[in-house]
């Protein structure tokens, strides 16, 4: 698809992020990833993305790959896989892979040591020049994975996306995946699924519908490719 009696004083609320979730939320969603489960972190992701949502992880490989600039961001870094699959149009990439976890950004930067990325701990929800990442300094920037780990509805993840467009140059490229709750097929055990995944907190993604993410995508970039493979959803935008 191509296109969008008198109550007792309350207790003192904590700061929450641009998404509206508190940090502890954040947090929590990113506690996941200790080293022991990162390194079964490929083959798990390759089972859920081809067998519960239905799409090959070598779509989303392709899709990211094409977007791939000499100077590129990593946003919620993972295991590390894409960018260490993926042939970059350069030979030494200037590479930055930030995520709110250290263990990720260890675990990663390990894995793509060939690469001497710069590593970067903030929070994608928040704007990013306060952690240190320049604004339009990037060719691309992904964010693979990230929007359906993220509280609140696609409204308030648009901030990821708004700084993900900010650090990319004019022109530049940001290139996503996300697993979505409405608005696409789901089996029946992809439904129980991702159920289960939202009660534990691991996603929060019951309300991220297709139609929402299109919208999302034309209010914050100038140009936007969006396509479904199963209950997923890939995205290669371009910025004014």
Not at 103 to 132: I, K, M, Q, W
Not at 133 to 155: E, I, M, Q, R, W
């Amino acid at each position: 698809m191509t296109t969008q009696a008198s109550e007792p004083a309350a207790a003192p609320r904590a700061p929450v992020s641009a998404s509206g979730a508190t940090p502890s939320e954040v947090a929590d969603g990113a506690a996941m990833y200790t080293r022991k489960a990162l390194r079964k972190y490929d083959t798990i992701l390759h089972l859920n993305t081809r067998w519960v949502w239905r799409c090959h992880h070598d779509e989303i490989l392709r899709r990211y790959e094409a977007a791939l600039g000499a100077a590129h961001l990593e946003i919620g870094v993972g295991s590390g896989e894409c960018p260490d699959r993926a042939r970059f149009p350069v030979e030494r990439p200037d590479l930055t892979l930030l995520d709110l976890n250290p263990y990720t950004l260890e675990f990663a930067s390990e894995r793509l040591a060939r690469y001497a990325p710069r590593t970067v701990r903030a929070d994608a929800l928040e704007p990013l020049d306060r952690a240190g990442v320049p604004a339009g300094a990037f060719d691309s920037v992904a964010v693979n994975l990230v929007l359906h780990c993220v509280p609140g509805d696609l409204t308030a993840k648009r901030a990821v996306l708004e700084n993900a467009a900010a650090a990319a140059r004019p022109g530049g490229t940001v290139v996503g995946s996300t697993v979505l709750g409405a608005g696409v097929p789901r089996t029946p055990y992809a439904r129980r699924r991702m159920r289960r995944l939202n009660e534990r907190g691991i996603f929060h993604n019951s309300a991220d519908s297709l139609g929402d993410l299109a919208k999302v995508l034309g209010r914050t970039f100038a140009d936007f490719d969006l396509e479904v493979r199963g209950c997923m959803a890939l995205f290669t935008a371009t910025t004014a």
